[in-house]
């Protein structure tokens, strides 16, 4: 019997061993995923940040004569419908504006490379610089 008390012993002592280990590995995971979720969310942070600081520059391209235009437009309507309507997308180089569905439509039959000719001047632009006018009106308002 005294013979079995050590060999009880050391495979206790190895199953306590092999717990530790699995705990330790169990934690250094936990540690894992933490810093994995962390770095994700500086990764989201940082996208959108990209995404604004896009924004705010074709945003700055924007000339006075073109805001001015786009202003004017507001009022007058979309030039393709000519409905009134409370969505209304610009097109930041030339000013010109249309409504959401009517920028859709034309997107949909005329884009090329993710560019499109605006429909009031025929200036080439990108589909990314079609953005919605209180946007535009907000951060001007924001930065005078």
Known sequence: MSA???YNLTREREARERQQELSDLIAARQI????NREAESAKRKLEEQDRILAL??????MDADSLNRMQ???TEGCPICLE???TLKAIILCGHIMCDYCFE??????VKNEQIQCPVCRQL???SDAIPTNIILEYHNSNK
């Not at 894992?32 to 810093?35: C, I």
């Not at 439509?105 to 005329?110: A, D, L, V, W």
């Open 4 to 6: 079995r008390l050590p």
């Open 32 to 35: 894992q995923d933490a810093w």
């Open 56 to 61: 705010e520059l074709t945003i700055n391209q």
């Open 72 to 74: 004017n437009s507001i």
């Open 84 to 86: 009134r309507h409370n």
């Open 105 to 110: 439509g034309y997107c949909k039959k005329f």
């Open 125 to 127: 632009i990108l589909l």
